[in-house]
């Protein structure tokens, strides 16, 4: 198993590690029985989390629909639905980013903020979710790399501004 996938796992199963890690004695049987548990729960949550690049609520989609939207990162206004199903990864069609790399730079703050999956670029590239407004394709996994850090580059995040003030609200709505 990925190590960041056994650490989103048990970031977010700590009912799992209270069950089987917080005890005072440890034993083998112990170890066995939690084993095969563990097994089978982290396979299908890998296999479940492998497939999204966020499992946002709808109060969340609904806060990144109006700040995608104010800041004209689309060619169109999107909305929640289509939103939704860019992190389900479930889109018909790409969208077509007027600002690509201020909207990727707004996934990479997501990301180091822990709202997005580890695999997040990888599945936007290979679900072909997204189009850079020069391209007629849809953006590679080494595009996005690079828009990323060419933006990290140019505008270091500092942690104020408007990113931060989203992912503080998308926290708030958790």
Not at 35 to 61: P, T, W, Y
Not at 148 to 155: D, K, L, N, V
Request: charged share 20%; proline share 2%; aromatic share 10%.
């Amino acid at each position: 198993m990925h190590v960041n996938a056994m650490h989103e796992l048990l970031t977010e199963r700590v009912d799992l590690v209270k069950k089987y890690f917080d005890k005072d004695d440890f034993s083998f049987a112990d170890c066995t029985r939690s084993d095969g548990h563990m097994l089978s729960v982290c396979d299908s949550f890998v296999r479940q989390q492998a497939e999204l690049i966020a499992c946002f609520n709808e109060k969340q989609i609904s806060l990144i629909t109006e700040f995608v939207n104010e800041a004209n990162l689309f060619m169109e206004p999107v909305n929640e639905r289509t939103l939704g199903a860019f992190f389900n990864c479930s889109l018909e069609y790409p969208l077509v980013a007027s600002n690509a790399s201020s909207f990727l730079l707004l996934l990479n703050m997501l990301y180091k903020n822990k709202l997005v999956s580890f695999g997040w670029q990888k599945l936007v590239a290979d679900k072909g979710l997204l189009k850079s407004n020069r391209g007629r394709q849809t953006m590679s996994k080494t595009a996005i790399s690079s828009r990323i850090a060419e933006q990290m580059t140019r505008f270091p995040y500092t942690g104020n501004g408007p990113y931060s003030m989203l992912i503080k609200q998308l926290k708030e709505c958790m």
